[in-house]
């Protein structure tokens, strides 16, 4: 069973090969700079994403982020290198979504509060989780 959803205006797309319920949570602070609060998303590296209004922005060093031209709706985002892809929980209808993990859990300002997920990473977590990945595709790319 597939799953679709769309930005604020619908000129964007997303098509997911299956069903995905795991809402992953992002506390960073580029994140929340991002959506103004914690970054809510679908890990489906395999989604299918289109539209002529989808407009990506290399946001940092490693990883580039998605949005929609026409209604600025958060799409997507992914490393440069790798097949890692996040999509914005918000374009799907919200029956069945639960809460899986948070990452950045240490970053989370004392401003907003919610249900601890599951999983909890740190930014040390993550960092020991991501350098290794980063490194290897980019000696790989060489």
């Given at each position: 069973?597939?799953?679709?959803?769309?930005?604020?205006?619908?000129?964007?797309?997303?098509?997911?090969?299956?069903?995905?319920?795991?809402?992953?949570?992002?506390?960073?602070?580029?994140?929340?700079?991002?959506?103004?609060?914690?970054?809510?998303?679908?890990?489906?590296?395999?989604?299918?994403?289109?539209?002529?209004?989808?407009?990506?922005?290399?946001?940092?060093?490693?990883?580039?982020?998605?949005?929609?031209?026409?209604?600025?709706?958060?799409?997507?985002?992914?490393?440069?290198?790798?097949?890692e892809?996040?999509?914005?929980?918000?374009?799907?209808?919200?029956e069945?979504?639960?809460?899986?993990?948070?990452?950045?859990?240490?970053?989370?300002?004392?401003?907003?509060?919610?249900?601890?997920?599951?999983?909890?990473k740190?930014?040390?977590?993550?960092?020991?989780?991501?350098?290794?990945?980063?490194?290897?595709?980019v000696f790989?790319k060489?």
């Open positions: 069973m597939t799953m679709r959803g769309s930005c604020l205006c619908g000129s964007v797309t997303v098509t997911l090969p299956r069903d995905e319920k795991g809402v992953n949570v992002c506390h960073c602070a580029m994140c929340r700079k991002w959506c103004s609060g914690p970054w809510m998303a679908l890990q489906v590296p395999d989604a299918e994403i289109s539209g002529d209004t989808l407009k990506v922005f290399k946001s940092s060093g490693f990883a580039e982020r998605g949005f929609c031209e026409a209604c600025g709706s958060n799409i997507f985002h992914r490393p440069q290198l790798g097949p892809l996040a999509v914005s929980a918000g374009l799907f209808g919200e069945g979504l639960e809460l899986a993990s948070e990452i950045f859990s240490d970053r989370k300002p004392d401003f907003y509060d919610m249900t601890p997920a599951p999983i909890r740190s930014s040390i977590r993550m960092a020991l989780e991501w350098i290794p990945k980063l490194a290897w595709r790989a060489k």
